[in-house]
């Protein structure tokens, strides 16, 4: 398993962990749940659209576990890669180099979560 | 004229004015215009959904100018209201309260833009 | 009336307005709603410290009306001055001179909120 | 060892090589110091409320390395883990998803510097 | 007298009194004061190139009474136009838009702070 | 090899493949290169003091390739490590206790590159 995929796990297993931390400890982090939730509703906007937006604001504000979490949800949602790589573009105009670095890991996060044939 | 719209008028001779300054004294700045030529050109994703896009990251980085010219863009390119609120909630999830202030802002913009029947 | 008690009613009067259209318009708006109240309820921590909290953070952050939402809401719950320009103290540490810049205007809406005698 | 605690050592390690070299090498670096000690010194905020706000500022700024050393100050001045993660709430009102994000690590740092009892 | 020579007028005015009352008031902001000054001396690299430094990294973090501050004190100690728009076209890479969204500011300083033949 | 060894060359590494995949799948990316090509090369100010000016900036925004970048393309340049402390220090003034953690990567950037004799 390559470092990009330990990392990708890692992830996942940090915000497992967390989750269960806060949602029990913490009334404004159930209070956001339910704010992720509405945000991301199916509505005037797709929300694979709404993901990849989450994705172009994940790179602009350089929150890597963020990039992992809505690109797989993007490509889960039936986004294709070239149509995510079209959102990283924003972020690279909107964020310059350090977007373009960023971008470097959502290359990784759609390698792991790509769709197998 | 109220307040916000001077305010979006002096964005925009703001930005004609520098326009005019750094395309001649900076070829970085030429090239930035092409990567953001890049950057919207309809593709597999519409215009108007990286317009959303880029509003949503506008409010995340607390840019108003750029709130004021890509709420512009998204109307003209067709983008409703509903669906600028839905790109402007996925700010809220990423962004938290600085977000919902900037979201004051883009309300402006979307009053001054919006089409007129 | 200074401009900088311009600048704080401009504020107060944009938050009402945004307020309305978005909860109005947003589900996920009133999520944030809920979020920022659990945030600020008196728990382990006084309300008073934590609109202290915010102000830091507002100062790092460069959120002009949030440095006015929280200074008034601290003095009003009893923070005294003192107090709070050791809690912007901190932002100093956390965010260099933009930090010092910010301060400016925390210093306004102290005035403009100061308790009369 | 787990990777967090791994992560946590390899912060202090990196610190204490930093404060070596440029305490020697830089004189703003210097200043610096006297400022951080300025900024947390007890006054009309107890220390420890001082670093509660540290802490949730370097949540909102995304500085792992700061979570990690004022989780440690905070607790050994006598915060309890609910006040920190009071302290957290406000980062998130303040941060949104990305802040939640941060808030992994923070609860990481908090149960490496747990007292024991 | 133009906007953006009025606003150029109230930063000066707002660092001078907030300067003021928080040397008076925080022993941190005194510590941050010997911090800028140590920044800032002439040493391996002249001043001018440390305030063009500072221009560069005021476009990116927006902040624009920092760019006011930077941009006149580049201009006194010699640095010329063209360096720094060289600054800024570095703030342009690492900022993307949002940064020649400053850099409409940045012009009006040197407008107003270029020296007369 | 230590840690930040090969932390350095994952940088690299990264760098190199997400440059191969962008390079041919983005049209925004090509521009931007173009954008960094322009904005590094050598004019009124010398390349060395543009990559000093781009390692402050990646301290404030905290993107450690990109410090790791630029402190090998400055080193290269022939800017001395005292003249990069200096940027560095500049950085301190303008991003606080986040600018001096950042600070502890790149003088890991720096011992890796430093010139043998």
């Given at each position: 398993m390559s470092e990009e995929q330990k990392r990708i796990e890692a992830y996942q297993e940090a915000r497992k962990k967390a989750d269960a931390y806060y949602q029990k400890a913490s009334p404004a982090y159930r209070a956001f749940q339910e704010l992720a939730k509405q945000a991301f509703r199916?509505?005037?906007?797709?929300k694979r659209v709404k993901e990849m937006i989450a994705i172009a604001i994940s790179i602009v504000v350089k929150c890597e576990p963020c990039i992992e979490h809505h690109v797989r949800e993007a490509l889960q949602d039936g986004a294709t890669e070239e149509q995510i790589v079209e959102a990283i573009e924003v972020a690279f105009e909107m964020g310059g180099g350090p977007a373009t670095v960023q971008a470097r890991f959502a290359l990784e996060a759609m390698e792991h979560y790509r769709p197998r044939q």
């Open positions: 199916p509505g005037a906007l797709e």
